[in-house]
């Protein structure tokens, strides 16, 4: 059974990269696409990217191509950065998988990244 | 561009409950349903319109087509005081509804 955990900063600054990883552990990353979405008390529930285990990648329009994905299999990990973050970009960030229909299953647990000086 | 009503709403253990979403557009069958209680991830109940995730209880069951969608609990029980969201899948970006809460009466 597959189970995904981020990891990474809780409190980055202002104009600067928030960077997260996400680690996969009990299945293999073929197949799905590996997403993240984010949820925040204005915004709710956000879809942020994702990136396939081929490496193709989509992303949201909303966030103005601030955001990079990257995978790597061998360490069964893939990671998000968002560049120039503000404060509406504190949310809790979670990585997830993806099937290929769309629907996403299993969450990792979420981390609470808070966008301040 | 999902829809989603009630915002919150009250039952007791035993009622049917309906949650439902409406598109903007024609969307066919691609919504998908999630779960959530308090300081978890989202959990995946129904996707594809109506097919029950594995392990998902059978009180749950799911409706709809093009622009009306529908999330039915047929008898509440205590595990199910939580937050439910809607999701389309049809194209991108996915997105969400805004949830429902359903509480305690």
């Known amino acids: 059974q597959v189970q995904l955990q981020e990891s990474g900063p809780g409190l980055v600054k202002p104009s600067e990269t928030l960077s997260l990883t996400c680690n996969v552990s009990?299945?293999?990353?073929?197949?799905?696409?590996w997403s993240w979405i984010r949820q925040s008390p204005g915004k709710g529930l956000e879809w942020i990217a994702y990136?396939?285990?081929?490496?193709?990648?989509d992303h949201n329009a909303s966030l103005k191509g601030r955001v990079t994905l990257s995978l790597d299999t061998s360490k069964k990990q893939f990671s998000l950065k968002l560049r120039s973050v503000t404060a509406a970009d504190t949310a809790v960030y979670y990585c997830?998988?993806?099937?290929?229909?769309?629907?996403?299953?299993?969450w990792g647990r979420g981390i609470l990244v808070t966008v301040s000086s | 561009q999902m829809t989603q009503s009630p915002s919150s709403l009250s039952a007791s253990i035993g009622d049917r409950v309906t949650v439902t979403c409406r598109s903007s557009h024609n969307i066919s069958n691609y919504v998908n349903w999630y779960q959530q209680t308090p300081g978890k991830a989202p959990k995946l109940l129904i996707y594809?319109?109506?097919t029950l995730q594995t392990g998902v209880p059978s009180r749950f069951s799911g409706s709809g087509s093009g622009t009306d969608f529908t999330l039915s609990i047929s008898s509440l029980q205590p595990e199910d005081f939580a937050t439910y969201y809607c999701?389309?899948?049809?194209?991108?970006?996915?997105?969400f509804g805004r949830g429902t809460k359903v509480e305690i009466k």
């Open positions: 990136i396939s285990s081929s490496g193709s990648t």
């Open positions: 594809a319109t109506s």
């Open positions: 999701q389309q899948t049809y194209s991108t970006p996915q997105t």
């Open positions: 997830a998988r993806e099937d290929p229909s769309g629907y996403v299953t299993p």
């Open positions: 009990g299945d293999s990353m073929s197949g799905y696409y």
